[in-house]
């Protein structure tokens, strides 16, 4: 049964030996010729083999991986589809984070210019039923002290005004809206004004009409729009930019000049705004009103101190209404007088140059100093009317005063550059 | 001699397959079957016990030297050397049995060969060698190495009977060789 043969035996007996003394001698930790050899042999047959293996079956074996991972492929796959969208929606919003955060700053930086104090809010729709009306709700009510004739502006400028609040919405009219009508007031000049929103085409540049009060008022394409102020900052606080001037319409023999003026903001992508629940405590002017883009424009505010005027908001208002009448009582004087008496501005008005032109600090413009006296200073008495009598008194009460004293534009020009 | 010859073809093919293709397939339990003992058994049943051992030893020592080898030389090489002897000493009553009987010497050399390898490593003190680790591999070794056994066994065998035909074709194939009885 058992076939074998001392043969065998004698066979097997030997190989078991070179088994065992290969065995110990590789076991053994000191390099050993014959093993080292054996195994450098066996590594020269072994790679190439190898290598060539390795390239033939590398279809094989990435189908073989394939299938071997078939199982949680797709629970991976499902995996890594929710991971992405979720990462894409945390992208998004990080984008919409930013842009609302820009918004905030903005608006932050045209309140704290303008000293007003807004509640900040978000534009949830923009309804325009049927079409008619450009109106806006936002996110904030009654429940955050908002109410009805409050202004609405975000960091660009003005955006409308309040006309309906719920406990937590509220409904702004935009200043584009048909029934809208803002007093308004053109940049550097005192050219008071109404604008108003009303029929728009569909990408009309410059929705609004501003309608200056006196008729032969000088008004140049490119000059800014501010918000005039009404009685007690409602419904509209003052100094809130609301457009450029886009052209001037020709209308001679009229009343009153029009022009079109494009909107500070953007309505069509209103996001972040603020309701001013508070108006400023003085009218800031102009100074809301961003440096102009132009470079001529901008090395000329550079040269008439224009920046500095941005800067020092408060000193300015404070010398506007306080210094002014200690130092100069005539400017005292005149100043009631223009509230008082339209008729009466006119001879008091040149009477004002002479004392105030030393002082020369009297008016917003206070980088003044530098310029002559003369044409500056009708302008910084000017202003100064409206504003001590009150957003709504001023149009009516300066309006006279344009309309008696035309001597006094031929001088502005020169102010302007 | 051609047997030989074939024989050691043939474990030489088993060893290359052995290291080169079924090594590198990425196995569940970490385990492969051992296509290159199954070809030493199979040879050896079919041939003498000289010629199971000394291809068991060459196989055995081949696998030890090529590359994916961390063991000993020689290791492999005394475990398989003993597998073939003894598979080729027990040629007589295996091919009288016929049948199954083959696939029960090549369970029985798969098994003892795992169990003498790892025995080896104990007295080596290989650290790697523990019950657990014998108790994980065993079985998966032995059934892995059974899914393919017929189809080592079986092709192995076909080419050896092939050769012996050869040696005896010319008795075999006249009619007197069965004491002319036709069947």
Sequence with gaps: MFRDTSRSRLVLGVLLALSLTLLVLDERDDANPVSGTARAVGAAVFEPISA???????????????????????RRIAELEARNAELTR???????????????????????LGRYEVVAAHAVTRMTAQGFSDTATLDVGRRDGVTADMTVVNGDGLVGRVVRTTERTSTVLLVTDGASSVGARLEGSKEIGVISGGTHGIADTAPLRLELLDGTATVRKGERVVTLGSHGGAPYVPGVPIGTVRHVEDTPGALTRTARVAPAVDLSRLDVVGVVV??????????VLPPKPDPRAQAEQRHNGRPDRGRKTAPKHDGAEDPADPRHPDGAVARGKASTSAGQVAPARPAEPAPRAPGGGGGP????????????????????APADTGGVAGPAGAEPGDLANPPRRPPRPPERG | MIRRTLAAVLVAVAVLLQTVVVNRLPMPWGVGPDLALLTVVAVAMRTTAVTGAVAGFLGGLA?????????ELGRYALVLC????????LRDPIS?????????????????????????????GDPRVTLGGVLGVLPPTLLLTMVVSPFVLYPVFWMLRRTERDDF????????ANGGIVR
């Excluded at chain 1, 945390?90 to 704290?112: C, M, N, P, T, Y």
């Excluded at chain 1, 206070?366 to 100064?384: F, I, L, M, N, T």
């Excluded at chain 2, 003993?82 to 000493?89: H, K, W």
């Design chain 1, 52 to 74: 060539a293996v390795t390239l033939a079956s590398r279809p094989i074996s990435d189908g073989y991986r394939a299938l071997a991972a078939a199982p949680g492929a797709q």
């Design chain 1, 90 to 112: 945390e992208l998004e919003s990080v984008d919409a984070d930013a842009a609302r955060s820009r918004e905030l700053a903005d608006l932050l930086h045209l309140a704290g």
């Design chain 1, 278 to 287: 508070a108006p400023p405590e003085t009218d800031p002017r102009d100074s």
């Design chain 1, 365 to 384: 413009p206070s980088g003044g100093q530098s310029r002559p006296p003369a044409p500056a200073d009708p302008p910084a008495a000017e202003p100064a």
């Design chain 2, 63 to 71: 696998i030890d030297i090529l590359p994916p080898a961390d063991h």
């Design chain 2, 82 to 89: 003993l597998a073939g002897y003894l598979a080729g000493a």
């Design chain 2, 96 to 124: 009288r049995a016929g049948g199954l009987w083959p696939f029960g010497v090549a369970a029985l050399a798969t098994a003892g060969v795992s169990l003498g390898f790892a025995g080896v490593g104990v007295v080596l």
């Design chain 2, 169 to 176: 074709r010319a008795v075999g194939a006249t009619p007197w």
